[in-house]
């Protein structure tokens, strides 16, 4: 071998370590660094004339866990679904209440009760009676909150599907970008190890969205599919995704009116057809605004309207005449056909309230009475009473065909979101840990430091066995110049 070649060998040996030592380097500093995948040197021996020629640097190999990385999408997929859910049913049970909770649905309905019976043992007393007022106007100020309450969580689910859509459209359209700065780069011999972190992250964050799987193409490109198979990106151009917001959502609002789905370049997708977008915190925002919230508030409605039947029967009060009783709906009579948003509509009926010119005596007398007769006349204040405490059919909710109390059925619905409150936080806990378990995997199958500082000391011997390498030549060198 000539001291040429031999001086080449050495030379290619020093280039190979200090990039491998870099590349530790780099590992190292980056051990928690999201996205980030350890890099391997790939070198393989190099040939000069037929003869070993010292070594070649092929490139910079990134070590990811193609399989595992999927499976981590699809966890944050799920977990972003499962938060979503629970955040919403633990905020609606902190305003429906438990039972016992001061400011309750169900201790609200027990105040009101207590004030009847109460102003029922002296009904001459006209603060007992202004307590039945107040406590039955705070019953129905606590079915308002709760519809509110409801209603704002549906526009705010609203605004986060239109906030999301966003940013998948912002999120696929890096990757497209990405894509091609990374095909580009790599085309010249370049390293683009760095872009290909960038756009794992890109990838990841948009896959708490909805669940996303990435397919290899050529020129180290890749495609996104969601996981029922629509086609996110393959090819240069993304595809567009749409989503009309409503600024303000009642309890009629529903899908079409004026509610609206997302649209796929611009073509809305049919209700069946969005399940190819489900399984990550956007599914998650439509079940709240399309599905669990309205099903609460059908619940809360059939709830106020049984309130408002019990106390409008002519058993109750002879003087209605057809008319509402205590509560009204939004002043008139509430009936099974306008059920829908009733519980935000419930209103103290004017003729026993004085700021509205009525008067507290109609709370003993009857609603419609023309005088305030005895004063010692209980007998309507014990009606009520007795009417909520009657074992009746239901119309319907949640308790279906069952005969129950109001206060039995208050109960029944409060069980039921605290219920599915429970339910949505063990998912969610279940959701966690699975996620956090791939995530130990990932970064235990990413960077091992131990294993790094293995390798730079490989490359520091193989530095110094091609530094004395070199040495050796520049002696034997300067012999020959020397004779």
Sequence with gaps: MSITRALSNAMSGLTATARGTELVSANIANVMTPGYARRELAISPQA????????????????????????????????????????????????????????????????????????AARPDDDLRLQQVLSSATALARAFAT?????????????????????????????????????????????????????????????????????????????????????????????????????????????????????????????PAQMSLLGGGSLAGHFAIRDQIAPVLQRDLDLLALDLLSRLSEATVDPTLGGGAGLFTDAGGVATAAGVTGLAGRITINAAVDPSQGGALWRMRAGMGAPTSGPVSESARLNAMAAALDAVLPAAGGPVTGARA?????MAEFSAIVTSRRVGSEAELATRNARLNTIGERMLTGSVDSDAEMQKLLQYEQAYAANARVIRALDDMIDQLLRI
Excluded at 100 to 108: H, V, Y
């Design 146 to 270: 709760t519809t509110d309450a409801l209603q704002s969580a549906r526009t705010e689910a609203d605004r986060a599907i239109a906030s999301e859509i966003a940013t998948l459209n912002d999120g696929l359209q890096q990757v497209a970008t990405l894509n091609r700065r990374i095909s580009a780069l790599e085309a010249t011999g370049k390293d683009a190890a760095s872009l290909m972190d960038e756009r794992q992250r890109v990838v990841d964050r948009l896959a708490t969205i909805i669940p996303v799987k990435e397919v290899a193409r050529e020129g180290s490109k890749i495609a996104l599919f969601t996981r029922e198979g629509l086609a996110l990106l393959d090819g240069t151009q993304p595809l567009q995704l749409g989503f009309a917001s409503s600024p303000v959502i009642g309890a009629q609002s529903d899908v079409g009116s004026p509610l609206s789905l997302v649209s796929v370049d611009g073509t809305e997708l049919a």
């Design 48 to 119: 000069m004339g037929g003869n070993m020629g010292g070594v070649r640097i092929d490139g910079v190999v990134r070590a990811v866990n193609l399989s595992l990385l999927s499976e981590s999408r699809l966890a944050s997929a799920g977990q972003g679904e499962a938060a979503t859910r629970a955040a919403f049913l633990s905020l609606i049970e902190n305003v429906i209440g438990i039972p016992g909770q001061a400011d309750g649905l169900a201790s609200r309905l027990s105040d009101f009760h207590s004030s009847l019976v109460s102003a």
């Design 405 to 409: 109390s109001l206060a039995d059925r």
